[in-house]
């Protein structure tokens, strides 16, 4: 099994920045590939950015330049920094493993989840 803690989520005024982090625990390796998705009540759970084993990142248009993938894989941590935050960027945020190593951007493309931590962007 593998566990996955995300944290650093919190209140930030719009145009601010803050860094998600995601530990994770069990039976993982540095091929597995890592993702972040995020989710807003009443909506899907929508994709935000991901990175394969090799290290190649993929980004949702909407935070494309804004957003920055990084992982590291000693500390087995996935990091999603995000800047120029906008109250469209309100949800809450997942982090997600992939055992296939691929950095997919469908839900269904990975297989371990963690609970979520609450990103608020205030205008």
């Known amino acids: 099994q593998v566990q996955l803690v995300e944290s650093g989520g919190g209140l930030v005024q719009a145009g601010g920045s803050l860094r998600l982090s995601c530990a994770a625990s069990?039976?993982?390796?540095?091929?597995?590939?890592l993702g972040w998705f995020r989710q807003v009540p009443g909506k899907e759970r929508e994709f935000v950015s991901s990175?394969?084993?090799?290290?190649?990142?993929y980004y949702a248009d909407s935070v494309k330049g804004r957003f920055t993938i990084s992982r590291d894989n000693d500390k087995k941590t996935v990091y999603l920094q995000m800047n120029s935050l906008k109250p469209e960027d309100t949800a809450v945020y997942y982090c997600?493993?992939?055992?296939?190593?691929?950095?997919?951007?469908?839900?269904?493309?990975?297989?371990?989840w963690g609970q979520g931590t609450q990103v608020t962007v205030a205008s």
């Open positions: 069990g039976r993982t390796s540095s091929v597995n590939g």
């Open positions: 990175i394969s084993w090799a290290r190649n990142t």
């Open positions: 997600a493993l992939s055992t296939s190593g691929a950095g997919g951007t469908r839900t269904w493309e990975f297989d371990y």
